[in-house]
């Protein structure tokens, strides 16, 4: 990181930072290519180790670059807001991001997906326990995110 005076270690502020957004956004690489998608996301902590997870089809390119390609890039901000100026390079922003990197794999078993979709759930909308039909844990990818690295900026 450049700015060393922006970084962001403590844990706790980390913490509340990634509990209070909602859009994770997942980089791969396709052959060359990045493709960038924004998901929605849950997490856990495990041994201080994030954990995202998400969610989607068995099917379409951000499916098959996750079978494909493992390792990817992701980011997360928000707190924006506007700082003005008198000339527009004296505009600037107050913002707060974590950026890193991991390792996807999707996940097979039951009982993570039903974790998986309820971290994501808990991230949403608040509740953490939920039900979930058969046919639409057998139809719906839930995708693992172990992060590797992981840094966090604020202005």
Not at 59 to 67: F, I, M, P, S, T
Not at 96 to 107: E, N, Y
Request: glycine share 8%.
């Amino acid at each position: 990181m450049r700015r060393c005076d922006r970084e962001i270690t403590d844990k706790r502020m980390i913490e509340e930072f990634i509990a209070g957004e909602q859009i994770l956004r997942i980089a791969f690489n396709d052959g060359g290519d990045i493709y960038i998608v924004p998901v929605n996301y849950g997490y856990l902590l495990e041994n201080e180790n994030y954990v995202f997870y998400f969610h989607g089809a068995k099917a379409g390119r951000k499916y098959e670059l996750a079978k494909l390609n493992p390792s990817v890039g992701f980011e997360i901000d928000g707190k924006f807001s506007l700082m003005t100026g008198e000339a527009a390079c004296d505009y600037s922003a107050h913002f707060q991001s974590v950026i890193g990197t991991g390792r996807l794999s999707l996940i097979l078993e039951k009982e993570e997906k039903i974790l998986g979709l309820n971290a994501l759930m808990k991230q949403t909308t608040q509740h953490a326990e939920w039900k979930y039909s058969e046919e639409l844990l057998r139809e719906t990818a839930v995708f693992r995110l172990d992060v590797n690295r992981m840094s966090c900026k604020a202005k």
